[in-house]
Nanobody, 120 residues
Framework: QVQLVESGGGLVQPGGSLRLSCAAS????????MGWYRQVPGKQRDLVAT???????NYVDSVKGRFTISRDNAKNTVYLQMNSLKPEDTAVYYC??????????????WGQGTQVTVSS
C-alpha cells in the first residue's frame, strides 16, 4: 500500500510564497514521474507541474517563472515552491505520482490535497 501525504498549504497574501511538500511512503519499488495538480470547486483538476525521476520538468504556462518543482529521490518527496502568488492560484493542490510497487505492478497515486488560499 502506498500513501502520498502533502503539507505546506495555507493562507498567503498576493505576492507571497509557499512551499508544498509531498512524501510517498509504503511499499515502493521505484517512483517515476511526480507532479502537482490543482482544482477549484466546480472545475476539473488541472496540471500545474511535473518532474521525472531524471529531473526533467514541465509547467503549465500560467506558473512558469513563479513556481519551481523539485524532488528528493532519497526521501521519495516532491516539492513545489510557489512565489509571486496570485489570487487565481487559490485552489486545492494535489500531489500525484506514478509508482512501481512490485516488479509486475505499477499504479498512479494521489495525495489527499492541501488548500492554498491567496488573499489579502
Amino acid at each position: 500500500q502506498v500513501q502520498l501525504v502533502e503539507s505546506g498549504g495555507g493562507l498567503v497574501q498576493p505576492g507571497g510564497s509557499l512551499r508544498l511538500s509531498c512524501a510517498a511512503s509504503g511499499s515502493i519499488f521505484s517512483i517515476y514521474t511526480m507532479g502537482w495538480y490543482r482544482q477549484v470547486p466546480g472545475k476539473q483538476r488541472d496540471l500545474v507541474a511535473t518532474i521525472t525521476n531524471g529531473g526533467m520538468t514541465n509547467y503549465v504556462d500560467s506558473v512558469k517563472g513563479r513556481f519551481t518543482i523539485s524532488r528528493d529521490n532519497a526521501k521519495n518527496t516532491v516539492y513545489l515552491q510557489m512565489n509571486s502568488l496570485k489570487p487565481e492560484d487559490t485552489a486545492v493542490y494535489y500531489c500525484n505520482a506514478e509508482i512501481r510497487t512490485t516488479i509486475l505492478r505499477q499504479g498512479n497515486y494521489w495525495g489527499q490535497g492541501t488548500q492554498v488560499t491567496v488573499s489579502s
